[in-house]
Nanobody, 121 residues
Framework: QVQLVESGGGLVRAGGSLRLSCAASGGIITINTMGWYRQAPGKQRELVASITRDGRTNYADSVEGRFTISRSDVKNTVYLQMNSLIPEDTAVYYC???????????????WGQGTQVTVSS
């Protein structure tokens, strides 16, 4: 069972920064795509950013230029650097990781438990 542990959320004033981390563990062989999603109250979960194994990134239009996703394959960890935060960024942020693991079935997709990010005006 692949587990994801998130950290780094919190309360910040508009214009501030936060850095989220998500570490994966549990019989992992390779990790393909890693991503961050968010869900605000009353809204559907949406993709914030993703990064592939070869480093290709994809960002939601609303965070382009303000957020940066990165990864460490040595640590099986994905990061989300969030700068110039605005109140509209307030949500629960979830990491998502998919890849191959030891065991059956070999493919996996796992979600983190979620971390709250609150941006005050």
């Amino acid at each position: 069972q692949v587990q994801l542990v998130e950290s780094g959320g919190g309360l910040v004033r508009a214009g501030g920064s936060l850095r989220l981390s998500c570490a994966a563990s549990g019989g992992i062989i390779t990790i393909n795509t890693m991503g961050w999603y968010r869900q605000a109250p009353g809204k559907q979960r949406e993709l914030v950013a993703s990064i592939t194994r070869d480093g290709r990134t994809n960002y939601a239009d609303s965070v382009e230029g303000r957020f940066t996703i990165s990864r460490s394959d040595v640590k099986n960890t994905v990061y989300l650097q969030m700068n110039s935060l605005i109140p509209e960024d307030t949500a629960v942020y979830y990491c998502n990781v998919e890849g191959r693991r030891a065991g059956i079935p070999p493919g996996f997709e796992s979600w983190g438990q979620g971390t709250q990010v609150t941006v005050s005006s």
